[in-house]
């Protein structure tokens, strides 16, 4: 019985790891690590310092070369490494109840926000806990040159969708319509980002996609997509805002364009494991075989059979 | 110490006790500290408290604490429930015991009160047929010679009735005297020696002298026996309540704890071990990243200022996320368990007895595997391997075997033609069957003769004559014996009765015969002690031959004989009668003499042979359970020699060719320690293949646990079989005892009072619902029917049991330890702060809903067919020798759930990475995957699939994804809608298979290995299964697979006292 499963799974095994390996295969995606790159040369021995001074222009532009074409649409993300959204004191510190309604924003029980739950004088944050605080706020433009058949051709902007990155449950449900930011890092220390006041949280898109946690420390978020298609050859030049302070923790930041597949983002890490799953269980059959070829079962026994 | 107590006096009643008997564990008032403290005992319920404490800290605790606090408060108040019904259901039957109305006599009046109104010095009033309310001073009875007769069954289980003689100070008091007597007995204070009254008594006047007469056993009446066959009896009261000897016998029934429940409180211990360590590393680990790396995150806002208690909080956040390495379900699981097998066992039609309409039960019902693993079967004999009901079967008369063809005398025509024709030596046989005893024929109404007797022999000896037209038909007080023969009526003068002792072994009577005035001396007795004194020139060999014969047969032979003694010479030999009965020093041994002198030349008349009929199926359940590895012993109240021939006839012990039984006896104390050790001696140096027994008596067994219960213990521990007779029931229990503190695993069977305590005693204990009552039976954990029952109950129940027990318990360990490894791996990527990757409802529900039910199918699981088992017992060796749950089996189990842990994980967050890599998608994503490993796991281990099964294996699958996909559906929990997300991706449903081969294939393809290259038994007998489909087996394979079983088992048969030494060495350091 054992070895036909063997073999039956190894058979089935290795054609779906191909397709999950072509499927993975047909999504292109291009990474930028520009943490390091976009901090002057002169301030690389105090990047913390650079990063918290508000009177330096943190603008940078990176040029990121297209090495295949990429159909629409074309989504970007923000790539956090070495960013424990998971840790414990992180991860509890917000409070569901208040951003869904706004009857249970006063009276909800904040106490897990702490110590981002009140501000002076003991008024409730909204939206209120680490989380939210420490939200993302580095912002992205992006414009192509497209590759003309004579030397550089103008710039052309892409146009950034930032609408529809979330979960339609998170708009409907979990962020309130009637809810908006309150005291919103007014603290003594800011985080992250800052939330517009007079938009409700239900049209805070990238607080929601923040505020979905991430389970490993290397994580990327949705920043917008662009409904456009790239060359192969291409350059895209994005003209990133650095302001968000990765340099204390030393953690890398990146940007990431990149097409969906019918398995999501581009990840090789299915098909590889199907293949060598169903390999490992055509081997072991085979071994199994040839064990039981070489070294037959004891006499008592066969006499049994 | 002595107590004195004053007959009739009011003034001291309240010196001692009233009668109120009580054997309920706890009262109203202490019920709830006293069961919490019990339940506390268990290490298992003081973790979980600690546990479920420790969560009340929401700083540490990483789920509510409502994950513990509910099923233990569930777990706690089911067992307090529980107990207090059966408490409670002993209180009822203790009320009912003393709300009974008794006659008490008080000055001379007498009155009617409730049976725990009994003071000590009362003066008890009983009928015919009462239950004797406590322990009595028997002062009158309505014999005019002081003679009561009570039934002792429920006391030392011997049926026979017990002649009951009144003091000799308290002869010719009238009755209306009894009532106004007054007096003082002086008697030792409460013990629970039923055979032993050592105490003297004065009566006060006016009722004359002031001397102290001594008192026996045999002027007390005992608490719990029945006064038969006399129309009143009355005694003083002087043990009450629970102080009675069979109060004090009693003892209070501890619970018991299988020998699979200790080896999981082992393991748990060490889980726990295994858990501190562990959460001291993660601890230690946690709090150096958190200084090291947790103070540069910004984003985390850890304050400068920070309690002393903060280097304890990231250890204890790991203690209560590791805290369900132990899983809080085990015992509920188990418990659920144990109570299916037991409603298996209530339910088993194959144990229901049609004869007495008793079906089995399980009054215990969490044992059950403990039935699986016993290595000791201690059993009594009357009642239990034997019918209890003696019939004569066959005869010897004068060179003529009556019955051997037929198996029956009584149907012989040859016997019957004789009776007819009346040949004397048949007529003289039957005339001694019938005179030659101690029986009271008694005459009902509608004029049939009934008869009692002390021994069943001799009722079954009267019997048979009078079926064989020669009737007893009254025996006067004067001494004359009626006897009818073919019609005409026959009158013997008994004049002495040479009684039974057994030193002597034989009895006789002198009688004259009232028409010819001859006297004649009738006796009978075993051939040992008869031949030796026949007539010289009698020819005794063909006699001799017939016994061996009948006694091969398993019958109880009696030798008949007679002899005509001259008047001169009885008169004469009377006189010397007279002065040794009235002899004060070593009368018994005068009187012996003096009845040896007499009992010369004897005339041998014939052999009896009576049978105690062997239930059915008894010597094939002992082979059967033999073969199964178990220890046979028999434990008796009865005499030697029948228990031998017993012994042999229910292959209990093998006739001497082949098996040989060592005798420990002797006359003094230094001879039955030397016997011992020369046993002891003969037992290490024996063939293996020579079937070694031992004999011992009361006597010896006292003298033995007094001065050698070392060498004793290691005899017992070798010896397969041993008979023990002439056991009191303290003594019985003390051999289980002995037994069970050499770490063995004891089961009593029994089915009368005697065996209450060895029954309570033993680690199971079985009551045969039998002819001697019900008490056993009420004592026992379970009752049975039959003894051949016993075979069903243990192979079948017992085996099946503990094989489920053990995967279930370390399922249960398993699927809790996956998830916990899964946390602590998730850990290293969570900055060492303890994080738990799952939610509260994931975790709780992952022990109540997902993995509970499909583990409950293994309930019905059958790993070889009942069939299988019943025909290769030795398998039971197997859990005998606890190979399913045991350290190395754990080991598996763990090592199973590290590995799936790390396929979990690791394909999990490789699988939802990068942009996928959302919390609470990953996490039901691992969620998901631990739920179709284990199920796989669960069909994996399963051996018979039937529909039940499936339904839950399966069923729990779509069970899991409702349960999720509903909880997706409330917007207040965090896991919104994440469930409707995962099952429309493809990858998903794709990782979940990855995850299900990548973690059953190499599971897969070891058992496979194992299966070929080193079978268990289990495994073979499964193949053989299979392969022989239905048909049945051809006989020389069967014997060779018994053979290759034998082959396999034989390193555990071996090995056995090696495995139980750890068992041993910490059975002995627990207490």
Redesign the interface.
């Known amino acids: 019985m ?2 036909p ?2 073999v039956f ?1 190894g058979l089935l ?1 290795i054609p ?1 790891g191909l397709a ?1 390996y072509a499927a993975s295969n047909k999504v292109f995606e291009v990474v930028y690590r520009y943490d390091t790159k976009c901090v002057p040369k002169n301030m690389l021995h105090n990047k913390v310092g650079y990063i918290q001074n508000a009177s330096i222009n943190k603008t940078c532009t990176i040029n990121l070369k297209i090495p295949n074409a990429m159909k629409r649409p074309i ?1 970007i ?1 923000y ?1 956090l490494d070495r ?9 509890t510190s917000f409070n ?2 208040q951003l ?1 309604d706004p009857k249970e924003e006063a009276n909800a029980d904040i ?1 897990d926000c702490k ?2 739950a009140y501000a002076a004088k003991g008024i409730p944050v909204v939206p209120c806990g ?1 989380v939210a ?2 939200l993302f706020n580095d912002t992205y433009s992006f414009a192509r040159r497209p590759r003309r058949a004579g030397g550089i051709g103008g710039v052309e902007a892409l146009r950034v969708i930032k609408s529809g990155i979330s ?1 339609r ?1 998170e708009r409907e ?2 962020f309130g319509k009637h809810v908006y930011p309150k005291n919103f890092q007014n603290g003594s ?1 800011v ?2 980002g800052r939330l517009d006041p007079r938009k409700p949280l239900s049209e805070q898109e990238e607080l929601m996609v923040w505020m ?11 920043y917008g997509r662009v409904e456009a298609d790239l060359d192969a050859g291409e350059t895209v030049a994005v003209a990133v805002r650095n302001s968000y ?1 990765s340099y ?3 953690g890398g930041k990146a940007v990431v364009l ?1 097409t969906a597949g ?4 581009r ?1 090789a ?2 098909g590889r ?2 293949l060598v ?1 169903g390999m ?2 055509l081997v ?1 059959a085979l071994l ?1 075989t040839l ?2 070829l070489f ?1 037959p ?2 006499e ?2 066969l ?3 | 110490m002595q107590r004195f107590v004053y007959i009739n006096d009011e003034s001291c009643r309240d010196s001692y006790r009233d009668n109120r008997v009580s054997n309920t564990k706890y009262t109203l008032w202490n019920f709830l500290p006293k069961n919490l403290l019990e339940q506390f005992r268990r290490f298992m319920n003081q973790y979980f408290l600690l546990i479920a404490c420790l969560q009340l800290w ?1 700083t540490i605790t ?1 789920v509510s604490p409502a994950t513990t606090w509910g099923p233990l408060a569930i777990i706690f108040i089911v067992s307090a429930s529980k107990e207090a019904w059966d408490d409670y259901n002993r209180y009822l039957s203790d009320k009912k015991v003393n709300e009974r109305r008794i006659w008490v006599v008080k000055d001379g009046i007498r009155r009617q009160i409730k049976a725990r109104g009994i003071h000590v010095g009362n003066i008890v009033w009983l009928h015919e047929n009462d239950e004797i309310p406590c322990d009595l001073v028997l002062i009158g009875t309505s014999d005019p010679q002081g003679i009561c007769y009570v039934e002792t069954a429920a006391l030392d289980g011997e049926t026979d009735l017990k002649t009951r003689i009144i003091p000799s100070i308290c002869a010719d008091l009238s009755s209306e005297q009894l009532g106004k007597i007054k007096g003082v007995v002086e008697c030792p204070n409460p013990d629970n020696d039923i055979r032993r009254f050592d105490a003297n008594m004065r009566l006060f006047p006016p009722i004359i002298d002031n001397e102290k007469c001594p008192l026996t056993i045999n002027n007390t009446l005992l608490q719990s026996c029945y006064l038969r066959y006399t129309e009143w009896a009355c005694g003083v009261a002087i043990y009450t309540g629970n102080e009675t000897k069979s109060g004090m016998s009693r003892g209070t029934a501890e619970p018991k704890l299988t020998a699979a429940d200790s080896m999981i409180d082992k393991l748990t211990v060490a889980i726990f071990i295994f858990q501190i360590a562990v959460v001291l590393l993660l601890g230690l680990a946690g709090n150096i990243w958190k200084d090291s ?2 103070c ?8 400068a200022e920070r309690p002393w208690y903060d280097f304890l909080v990231i250890p204890l ?1 790991f203690e209560l996320l590791c805290s369900i390495m132990i899983p809080i379900s085990i015992k509920v699981t188990l418990d659920l368990a144990k109570g299916v097998y037991a409603k298996f066992i209530d339910c088993d039609d194959q144990m229901f007895d049609p004869e007495t309409n008793t079906p089995a039960h399980s009054a215990n019902t969490a044992i059950s595997e403990d039935l699986g693993q016993v290595e000791y079967i201690l059993s009594d004999k009357t009642g239990t391997l034997t019918e209890n009901r003696m019939i004569f079967r066959r005869c010897y008369i004068s060179g003529v075997l009556y019955g051997d063809k037929t198996g029956d005398a009584l149907k012989d025509a040859r016997l019957l033609n004789a009776v007819s024709s009346k040949d004397p030596d048949v007529v003289k046989f039957l005339m001694v069957m019938a005179l030659c005893n101690t029986v009271v024929p008694i005459k009902s109404n509608d004029g049939t003769i009934s008869y009692k007797a002390q021994s069943q022999d001799e009722e079954a000896l009267v019997n048979a004559a009078s079926n064989l037209n020669m009737l007893l038909t009254s025996k006067d007080s004067s001494g004359i014996a009626e006897i009818c023969f073919n019609g005409s009526k026959f009158y013997y003068e008994v004049l002495d009765v040479l009684e039974f002792t057994s030193d002597r072994k034989r009895m006789s009577i002198v009688v004259k015969e009232v028409k010819s005035g001859k006297f004649l001396l009738l006796t009978k007795g075993a051939d040992e002690a008869i031949f030796p004194r026949s007539c010289p020139g009698e020819q005794t060999k063909t006699y001799l031959e017939a016994v061996e014969m009948y006694s091969h047969l398993g019958l109880r032979t009696l030798c008949l004989g007679c002899r005509d003694l001259e008047e001169d010479e009885y008169k004469e030999w009377s006189k010397k009668f007279q002065d040794a009965s009235c002899s004060l020093d070593n009368r018994e041994h005068k009187i012996a003499e003096v009845c040896n002198s007499l009992e010369q030349g004897i005339h041998i008349l014939g052999i009896t042979a009576i049978e105690d009929r062997l239930q059915d199926g008894v010597p094939e359940t002992i082979k059967l359970l033999r073969k199964a590895g178990i220890n046979v012993w028999m434990l008796t109240g009865d005499k030697q020699t029948t228990a031998i021939q017993i012994g042999l006839l229910c292959n209990l012990i093998t006739p001497e060719s082949k098996g040989q039984l060592l005798s420990i006896n002797g006359k003094t104390e230094d001879d039955i320690l030397q016997s011992l050790e020369r046993a002891l001696t003969i037992m290490k140096t024996a063939l293996e293949r020579k079937d070694l027994a031992f004999v011992l008596d009361g006597w010896a067994l006292e003298i033995i646990l007094k001065r050698s219960l070392e060498s004793f213990t290691k005899l017992a521990m070798m010896s397969r079989t041993a008979i023990c007779c002439r056991m009191t029931p303290l003594q019985k229990a003390q051999l289980v005892g002995i037994l069970k503190s050499s770490g063995s695993l004891t089961l009593a069977i029994g089915d009368g009072g005697n065996d209450v305590r060895m029954i309570q005693e033993a680690n199971v204990g079985v009551g045969i619902s039998g002819r001697e009552g019900l008490q056993a039976a009420r004592a026992a954990d379970y009752s049975i029917g039959k003894f051949k029952f016993l075979r069903r109950l243990i192979l079948v129940h017992g085996r099946y049991s503990y094989n489920r027990t053990a995967f279930i318990s370390q399922y249960s360990f398993y699927k809790s330890l996956l998830i916990c490894f899964i946390q602590i791996l ?1 850990s290293f ?3 060492l ?3 738990s ?1 799952f939610n509260s409802i994931s975790l709780m529900a992952y022990n109540v809903f997902y993995t509970s039910l499909p583990v409950m199918t293994i309930i019905f699981d059958k790993d070889i067919s009942e069939a299988t088992v019943l025909r290769y017992p030795q398998i039971l060796l197997y859990s005998q020798a606890g190979r399913l749950l045991n350290r190395s089996t754990f080991a598996e189990w763990f090592g199973r759930s590290l590995y799936h842990a790390f396929v979990v994980f690791l ?1 999990t ?15 039901m994503v691992a969620l998901s995957g631990c739920i179709w490993l284990q199920a796989f796991v669960v069909t994996l281990d399963t051996n018979s699939f039937t529909c039940p099964q499936i339904t839950l294996i399966w069923g729990n699958f779509v069970a899991f994804y409702m349960i999720n996909l509903i909880l997706s559906a409330v ?2 929990l ?1 896991m ?2 994440v469930m409707w ?1 995962l099952c429309n ?3 998903y449903w ?2 979940m ?2 995850i299900v ?2 973690g059953m ?2 599971v ?2 070891l ?3 194992r299966n ?2 080193r ?1 268990s038994a289990i495994d ?1 007998l499964q ?2 299964e299979q ?1 022989d489909g239905h048909a049945q087996a051809p006989g020389n ?1 069967e014997s ?2 018994g053979t ?1 079983l034998d ?1 396999l088992l034989t390193d555990l048969r071996r090995n056995k006292s090696s495995i139980h030494q750890p068992l041993l060495s910490d059975s002995a350091s627990s207490r």
Not at chain 1, 83 to 91: E, G, I, L, S
Not at chain 1, 212 to 222: I, N, V
């Open positions: 054992v070895i499963i063997l799974v095994f779906i999950c989504f993300y790539q960013f424990y959204q998971n840790h414990r004191r992180y991860a569901i109840a869904s106490k110590p981002e680490l605080w420490s979960w449950s449900r979990l220390l985080g992250g979905r946690t991430a389970a490993m420390p290397r994580f990327r978020k949705l302070n204390s923790f030393e990149s019918p398995l999501g983002g990840n890490f299915l494991a199907y799953t490992a269980c072991l199994l064990v039981c070294f079962m004891t008592e026994h006499r049994l059979r | 929401p990483p790396h947790g540069k995150l910004w984003y985390l806002m850890y304050p956040r998730f990527s969570s900055g702060s303890g994080t990757i394909i967050i490789n699988a939802y990475a990068d942009e996928k890599s959302d919390m609470e998608e990953l996490s917007p207040t965090q919104h809608t997300h991706q493809p990858s794709i990782t298979a990855l081969a990548a294939g190499p897969l393809a058992r496979y290995l070929v290259y079978p073979v193949q053989i392969t394979l060779s697979t290759y082959y």
